[in-house]
C-alpha cells in the first residue's frame, strides 16, 4: 500500500541554523500539507500546499517558514534560521484531490531537536 | 472556543474489553469531516476512521466504530475487544468544508490496555 515517507526521521541542529525537512507523498495525491507537533501537546497545522502554491497557512507558518515542491516527488519544508521552540515532530501528510477527501495518510514523521 | 475537545487525557480498559474515547467538536459548517488517529510511541500518526458530516451510517473499520451524534457534535470512538497494542494516544481531529483541507486536532486521549 503507498504511503508518505519523511527524511530524516531525526535532524539534530543549532539555534539560528537552516534545515530542511523532506517528504515524498503519495504519488496520486495533490494535496500536501506540513503540520507540528510540539512534545506533549496538540497536532498544529502548518501550511498546506496545491497546484504548486499555497493554499492555506496558520499563523504559526511566518517567514522563517516556506514550502517547495522542487520536481514532481518531493515536498519539502524549510526553517530558515532555526530556533529553541522550533524543535518539535514535523508530520508531512497528503490526500486525493477531492477536496472532501475521507482519509488524510501522514508520514512517520521529522524529530526536529534545536539545540 | 476549542475546535476539537477530548475531555479524557488517560484513560485504561481491560484486554479484550471495549472502551470509549470521548469528542466533541465545534462547526458551524454543515459539511465537515471527523478523523480518528492512533498514535503510539514511535510517534506515527495511524489514520484509523473516518465520518463525513452527511453519512447517513455510523462509520466502522474493523475493531474501531464512530459512534456519531451530529446534534451533539460528538463523535466518539469505540474500540472493540481491546487488545495490549492498542495502548497509544488518540487523537479526533476536523476538516470543515469551508477552510480548505486542513485537519484542527484535539488534545489527545492517552489509552493503556490492561493485561
Known amino acids: 500500500e503507498p504511503e508518505v515517507t519523511q527524511t530524516p526521521s531525526h535532524q539534530v541542529t543549532q539555534m539560528g541554523q537552516e534545515v530542511i525537512l523532506r517528504c515524498v507523498p503519495i504519488s496520486n495525491h495533490l494535496y500536501f500539507y506540513w503540520y507540528r507537533q510540539i512534545l506533549g501537546q496538540k497536532v498544529e497545522f502548518l501550511v498546506s500546499f496545491y497546484n504548486n502554491e499555497i493554499s492555506e497557512k496558520s499563523e504559526i507558518f511566518d517567514d522563517q517558514f516556506s514550502v517547495e515542491r522542487p520536481d514532481g516527488s518531493n515536498f519539502t519544508l524549510k526553517i530558515r534560521s532555526t530556533k529553541l521552540e522550533d524543535s518539535a515532530m514535523y508530520f508531512c501528510?497528503?490526500?486525493?484531490?477531492?477536496?472532501?477527501?475521507?482519509?488524510?495518510?501522514f508520514g512517520p514523521g521529522t524529530r526536529l531537536t534545536v539545540t | 472556543a476549542q475546535k476539537i475537545t477530548q475531555t479524557q487525557p488517560g484513560m485504561f480498559v481491560q484486554e479484550k474489553e471495549a472502551v470509549t474515547l470521548d469528542c466533541t467538536y465545534d462547526?458551524?459548517?454543515?459539511?465537515?469531516?471527523l478523523f480518528w488517529y492512533k498514535q503510539p510511541s514511535s510517534g506515527e500518526m495511524i489514520f484509523l476512521i473516518y465520518q463525513g458530516s452527511y453519512d447517513q451510517q455510523n462509520a466502522t473499520e474493523g475493531r474501531y466504530s464512530l459512534n456519531f451524534q451530529k446534534a451533539r457534535k460528538s463523535a466518539n470512538l469505540v474500540i472493540s475487544a481491546s487488545q495490549l497494542g492498542d495502548s497509544a494516544m488518540y487523537f479526533c481531529?476536523?476538516?470543515?468544508?469551508?477552510?480548505?483541507?486542513?485537519?484542527?486536532f484535539g488534545g489527545g486521549t492517552r489509552l493503556m490496555v490492561k493485561p
Open positions: 481531529a476536523m476538516r470543515e468544508g469551508g477552510a480548505g483541507n486542513m485537519l484542527t
Open positions: 501528510a497528503s490526500s486525493e484531490a477531492l477536496r472532501r477527501s475521507r482519509t488524510r495518510d
Open positions: 462547526t458551524s459548517d454543515p459539511s465537515y469531516g
